[in-house]
């Protein structure tokens, strides 16, 4: 069965940097879209970065120039770097592998994020 686990998450201070990882199991990772959403108290779950199979990057524009996605398929683990963090990056983080043409979709349990000052 499909898993994927994420790390990394705790609290930070603003200006403050976190790596998250997101290992994944029981799936050809190479093949899918990987995508890390986050989810803050009262909002709906947004898309903060994504990195498809054939090498391509997408930020929403809230994050662009402080964080950075990067997968690893040799180790089937995604990363989010996230630096100069600011009270508003304050969620849970979730990790998504998706693959589009087969309506796969998997979730992680998500990791908490709190930016404190």
């Known amino acids: 069965q499909v898993q994927l686990v994420e790390s990394g998450g705790g609290l930070v201070q603003p200006g403050g940097s976190l790596r998250l990882s997101c290992a994944a199991s029981?799936?050809?990772?190479?093949?899918?879209?990987m995508a890390w959403h986050r989810q803050a108290p009262g909002k709906e779950r947004e898309l903060v970065a994504s990195?498809?199979?054939?090498?391509?990057?997408n930020y929403a524009d809230s994050v662009k120039d402080r964080f950075t996605i990067s997968r690893d398929n040799a180790k089937n683990t995604v990363y989010l770097q996230m630096n100069s963090l600011k009270l508003e990056d304050t969620a849970v983080y979730y990790c998504?592998?998706?693959?589009?043409?087969?309506?796969?979709?998997?979730w992680g349990q998500g990791t908490q994020v709190t930016v404190f000052s």
């Open positions: 029981g799936l050809t990772f190479r093949f899918y879209t």
């Open positions: 998504n592998a998706a693959w589009r043409l087969r309506k796969q979709d998997f």
């Open positions: 990195f498809t199979n054939s090498g391509s990057t």
